[in-house]
């Protein structure tokens, strides 16, 4: 059988699944977004491979539903999938066997999702991403195949930053605040105050008697913000901090390719970048200026999702009009919300 006998659209179903949400998208060939889907987030390393897999099931389903395609049949040409928790070769692997083991697509490339924030910032295989979202992690790309990567393991690999770590800092420095162990900071009362409890230890025992869902403890980032924002002097420290483990993984990634003597794109994403906070932004473009002064860094707010389908056409060879379509489907935000322009990222 023909491969326009096998698949029911020619295009990419395109993937990008992170710690804390998912999206899925069905594209034609053309880069016309067929149908589109959101879910939780995907950990593979909790659920297993196949089970983390087969839990976007239903999102598929409904992208496949939007664009008129029956069940049963294969849905399209390629599946292009970026995901969080895909940090070493044998757990892409692993993955990319869960993927084609459903009729989803002919063929399946599967990727961390480092690599699709890339491709939503440049125009080609060539540049470094760093993503600060729940987690932290940086990979580079040439146009020759060659990539600079990290585990990304979390600390057993030396990592630091992302909203889950600087969520557990703000706390971990409060509550020792609180109790004389540390250094003073507004963090302790403006923990408490957002959760209406009185102060940081307060809501640690909230959180370890079920009384308050640990998953909340995302919403301090804006907390340690909004204290480092007034000024909080270990509340700035930890922004430092994030700025300069970024600045490190971007230009250990540049070194590594040789592209420190030259112009270069670095893509930031990630939810932690994506909200382009004065703080951490100008203190990162400081430090890149300073030890990486040819580099091009960028902050990317559109939809992850865009650079997993923006690799399926890649693959599938599909021509610049197609990109640019695709592109205009996922504008980036204006400030402020209201809508945005398509572009491949904003240049800080």
């Not at 987690?135 to 020759?144: F, V």
């Not at 869902?213 to 922004?239: C, I, K, N, S, Y």
């Not at 473009?285 to 559109?302: G, I, M, S």
């Amino acid at each position: 059988m023909t491969r326009r006998q096998t698949e029911q659209i020619p295009g990419v179903l395109a993937v990008d699944a992170g710690n804390s949400k998912t999206d899925v998208a069905l594209v034609a060939l053309d880069g016309t977004v067929l149908g589109t889907a959101r879910g939780a987030g995907f950990r593979p390393r909790h659920d297993g491979a196949d089970e983390a897999v087969e839990g976007l099931a239903p999102l598929v389903a409904e992208a496949a539903a939007q664009a008129g395609l029956r069940p049963g049949r294969v849905l399209t040409t390629r599946v292009s999938a970026c995901l969080a928790n895909a940090d070493l070769p044998v757990q892409e692997e692993r993955l990319r066997a869960a993927f084609a083991a459903r009729p989803w697509g002919l063929t399946t490339g599967v990727a961390n999702d480092t690599f699709g924030l890339l491709r939503a910032g440049t125009d080609g295989p060539r540049g470094v991403a760093v993503v600060c979202g729940a987690g932290i992690n940086c990979a580079g790309l040439l146009p020759d195949g060659r990539t600079a990567r990290f585990p990304a393991l979390g600390r057993l690999t030396g990592d630091w930053g992302g909203g889950e770590c600087l969520a557990t800092a703000a706390m971990w420095h409060a509550a020792r605040a609180e109790d004389g162990r540390g250094d003073p900071t507004a963090l302790s009362a403006a923990i408490g105050a957002h959760f209406a409890l009185p102060g940081a230890n307060a809501v640690a025992e909230a959180i370890h008697l079920g009384l308050l869902p640990q998953q909340r403890l995302h919403e301090l980032v804006r907390v340690l913000f909004a204290t480092a924002d007034a000024g909080d002097p270990v509340a700035l420290r930890l922004v430092d901090r994030q700025a300069d483990e970024i600045t490190r993984l971007a230009v250990i990634a540049l070194r590594r390719l040789g592209l420190l003597e030259e112009p270069t794109p670095v893509v930031l994403g990630g939810g932690v970048l994506a909200a382009r906070h004065p703080l951490l932004i100008g203190n990162l473009t400081a430090r890149l200026a300073a030890e990486a002064p040819l580099a091009e860094p960028r902050v990317v707010t559109t939809p992850p999702v865009l650079g997993a389908a923006l690799l399926g056409l890649d693959h599938l060879g599909a021509p610049t009009a197609a990109h640019q379509r695709l592109r205009a489907t996922y504008p980036a935000p204006a400030p402020g919300g209201g809508p945005g322009r398509p572009h491949q990222g904003t240049k800080t």
